[in-house]
């Protein structure tokens, strides 16, 4: 299962919900999943570094740096979808420096950032 959910996100090429990758899994398995199943597998591989979770999309993605722990920035297109995973060491030394003088300790990190993606400016100026 675990194996199947990752595949499939690497196939997608693009950030996908729960419920949409329950559909593919189900179409290439030919039988029905349930969504537990598969959260499960999800949960497994956020643990491990093999997924990203988009928070504001409510969608995966397979990790772009797997090997290692990091913070990482993800640009999210609002046109067709895609997504790029960005490492920025500077980035989090700041936010890293700037939780340490408020004496907050970050749990969780989440940073994304919309807007279109080269592709798709590229697109919207050649439709003008």
């Not at 729960?18 to 969504?35: C, H, K, T, V």
């Not at 060491?89 to 749990?107: M, N």
Request: glycine share 6%; proline share 3%; net charge negative.
């Amino acid at each position: 299962m675990r194996r199947m959910v990752l595949e499939c996100l690497w196939q997608s090429h693009r950030a996908i919900g729960a419920y949409d990758l329950i559909r593919i899994m189900e179409a290439r398995l030919g039988r029905q999943l349930s969504p537990p199943s598969v959260y499960r597998a999800l949960d497994f591989l956020l643990e491990q570094g093999l997924v990203s979770r988009l928070e504001t999309m409510n969608a995966f993605v397979p990790s772009a740096h797997p090997d290692h722990h990091h913070a990482c920035v993800f640009f999210i297109c609002e046109h067709c979808g895609s997504s790029a995973e960005v490492e920025n060491a500077k980035l989090e030394s700041l936010l890293s420096r700037d939780a340490a003088a408020l004496g907050f300790r970050v749990d969780r990190r989440v940073v994304e950032l919309q807007g279109l993606c080269a592709h798709c400016v590229s697109a919207e100026l050649g439709a003008n």
